[in-house]
């Protein structure tokens, strides 16, 4: 390219597809279907549900829906679903969002009872002129389009863990008391994926991305939010640009940990943006990660962060703040695939 072509492509704003390009060439082949997602313990069940579809040429979007909707039915799983840890008046919340290759996306939040947030979040995206519903109104939204609610009782094993923070917490309203264990006596921290005394993970995501057959991308993001969370506390899962994003031209990403910091940085879709730049979706998540570590408030070593992506080539990747964050691939060359993170901290 000779000096006045490369002015002329410049003026025109073509600086991010020049890099994009001359990054992607080095691609020696497009992975197609593909699905990832965050947590190996969990995302072997939900990527196999969703590769039932991929793998017989259905679309991400109903991928991603059934993929999470396995730990949505999980009774046993601490942090998604109505078996879920509760908040701290020992009510499960729950928040899902969803995104497709159009651009459309849907979310639920702080909704009570309902079965499958998720298929909630999709129902908001595809029958209602709205992004976000939350609480009250989001569960009327259920019920009118006969999204199964039920009683919202405690899990047996989500009981025995409330009322074991009620004893060692004294019920103490201070905030964040969910990154400690005895807030007053002990500097212990138990974030995200941190372990409670009881072995219990303190709070998780299931977030997934996928491109199917057709090169088309979505992605789904579900979660009870950090257990005994304050009453009303929202975290990144259900806000687009946190929790989840997606970009057909480019990729998609979606994050777990702490969610505050997520929303602090437009985290997923931080990283799509530097994907768009032509990054690798590893490298977009480490360059996300270090922003991040710029801007925060908190002790980079007292949270977690994690952001897994792929891009429109089927490359896939991601990267954490502190060590411990996994997840699962799935496509023809890898089968349920564990993947651990490189992390800023050591």
């Known amino acids: 390219m000779n000096r006045r072509t490369l002015l002329k492509t410049l003026s025109l704003g073509g600086i991010g597809t020049l890099i994009f390009n001359s990054k992607s060439e080095t691609n020696k082949k497009t992975i197609r279907p593909l699905v990832i997602s965050t947590w190996h313990n969990q995302g072997v069940a939900a990527n196999t549900a969703a590769w039932s579809i991929l793998n017989n040429g259905g679309s991400a979007l109903d991928a991603v829906e059934l993929g999470v909707q396995q730990s949505e039915n999980d009774i046993n799983n601490c942090c998604v679903g109505l078996g879920a840890n509760p908040d701290r008046e020992g009510i499960v919340t729950l928040d899902a969002s969803i995104m497709d290759h159009q651009g ?84 212990k921290i138990t974030v995200p994926p941190a372990k409670l005394e009881s072995e219990e993970f303190n709070h998780d995501t299931i977030g997934m991305v996928a491109i199917d057959s057709n090169g088309n991308l979505s992605g789904a993001c579900t979660t009870s939010g950090m257990a005994f969370k304050m009453r009303g506390r929202v975290g990144d899962s259900p806000i687009i640009g946190a929790g989840l994003y997606v970009d057909n031209k480019v990729g998609a990403a979606t994050s777990s940990g702490n969610g505050e910091e997520v929303i602090r940085t437009c985290g997923s879709f931080l990283v799509v943006e530097f994907m768009r730049q032509g990054y690798h979706p590893t490298d977009a998540c480490k360059k996300a990660v270090q922003r991040l570590m710029e801007i925060t408030p908190t002790n980079p070593k007292s949270v977690q962060i994690g952001f897994i992506a792929i891009n429109k080539a089927g490359e896939h990747g991601g990267f954490s703040l502190n060590p411990g964050f996994d997840y699962t691939a799935t496509s023809n060359e890898e089968l349920h695939q564990k993947h651990v993170l490189k992390s800023m901290l050591k």
């Open 104 to 187: 459309r996306c849907g979310a639920v939040a702080f909704v009570e009872g309902v079965k499958s947030p998720i298929a909630l979040a999709r129902r908001v995206m595809e029958k209602t002129p709205h992004v976000l519903l939350v609480g009250q109104g989001a569960q009327q939204f259920a019920r009118e389009q006969g999204i199964e609610i039920l009683h919202n009782e405690l899990s047996d094993n989500a009981k025995k863990s409330y009322d074991n923070w009620l004893i060692k917490s004294e019920y103490q309203p201070v905030i964040n008391i969910e990154q400690s264990n005895k807030p007053a006596q002990s500097t």
